[in-house]
Nanobody, 121 residues
Framework: QVELVESEGGSVQAGASWRFSCRAH????????MSWYRRVPHKHEFTDRE???????????TYADSVKGRFTISGDNRRNTITLQMNDLKPEDTAVYYC???????????WGQGTQVTVSS
């Protein structure tokens, strides 16, 4: 079993930066990639989770088009930790951000509890 512990969220002004971290605890041997997803508030609900960024154990990264050039995902394999550095935040980045860890085995899929950042204009 794996537990993902995310750092706290907060509120910032547009243009500011924020950094999330996520550490995997437990039996992490199956994990070969970790990602950040987010759910954006829409009216009185939240959208489905959308992929923000992924990093593999080998260090390959992918990003959603909406965050390219502003967000950077990085990882520390020894500490089973990933970080999402978010710069030039926009109000549309307001969301609950979720850490995900996964492996080749379909049973190896774990989610964090979610952590929110609110960006005001």
């Amino acid at each position: 079993q794996v537990e993902l512990v995310e750092s706290e969220g907060g509120s910032v002004q547009a243009g500011a930066s924020w950094r999330f971290s996520c550490r995997a605890h437990g039996d992490t041997a199956c994990i070969n990639a970790m990602s950040w997803y987010r759910r954006v508030p829409h009216k009185h609900e939240f959208t489905d989770r959308e992929l923000v960024a992924t990093i593999t154990k080998a260090g390959s990264t992918t990003y959603a088009d909406s965050v390219k050039g502003r967000f950077t995902i990085s990882g520390d394999n020894r500490r089973n930790t990933i970080t999402l550095q978010m710069n030039d935040l926009k109000p549309e980045d307001t969301a609950v951000y979720y850490c995900k860890a996964e492996g080749s085995d379909s049973a190896c899929v774990y989610w964090g509890q979610g952590t929110q950042v609110t960006v005001s204009s």
